[in-house]
């Protein structure tokens, strides 16, 4: 079973950034697809960016417009989340996980997830 962990979240200010670690640990298969979503209170799970482990290709939410870039580290099976130029409506519980095939920017692709790490932006 996988099992991911999520770090680096914490209070920033509006403009700031913060860089996020995912490490993935357990059975190691060649084609996945690692990725993050962000989820406020009350509202709906939302994918962030993903990243293919066999050919690097990611994909992006229309709404971050580059503010915010995914990268690895495959030996180690690390992912990162680079959020640059904060905006108060980031803050949210920033969740990691791991797809196994699909559409990568489904939600429902993706069947192990992380407990989450929280990003709160303040103005």
């Known amino acids: 079973q996988v099992q991911l962990v999520e770090s680096g979240g914490g209070l920033v200010q509006a403009g700031g950034s913060l860089r996020l670690s995912c490490a993935a640990s357990?059975?190691?298969?060649?084609?996945?697809?690692m990725g993050w979503f962000r989820q406020a209170p009350g509202k709906a799970r939302e994918f962030v960016t993903a990243?293919?482990?066999?050919?690097?290709?990611?994909d992006y939410a229309r709404s971050l417009k580059g503010r915010f870039t995914i990268s690895r580290d495959n030996a180690k099976n690390i992912i990162f989340l680079q959020m640059n130029s904060l905006k108060p409506e980031d803050t949210a519980v920033y969740y990691c996980?791991?797809?196994?095939?699909?559409?990568?920017?489904?939600?429902?692709?993706?069947?192990?997830w992380g407990q989450g790490t929280q990003v709160t932006v303040s103005s």
């Open positions: 357990g059975p190691t298969v060649s084609a996945s697809t």
């Open positions: 996980a791991v797809s196994m095939g699909g559409s990568i920017s489904s939600i429902q692709s993706y069947g192990y």
């Open positions: 990243i293919r482990r066999i050919d690097g290709m990611t």
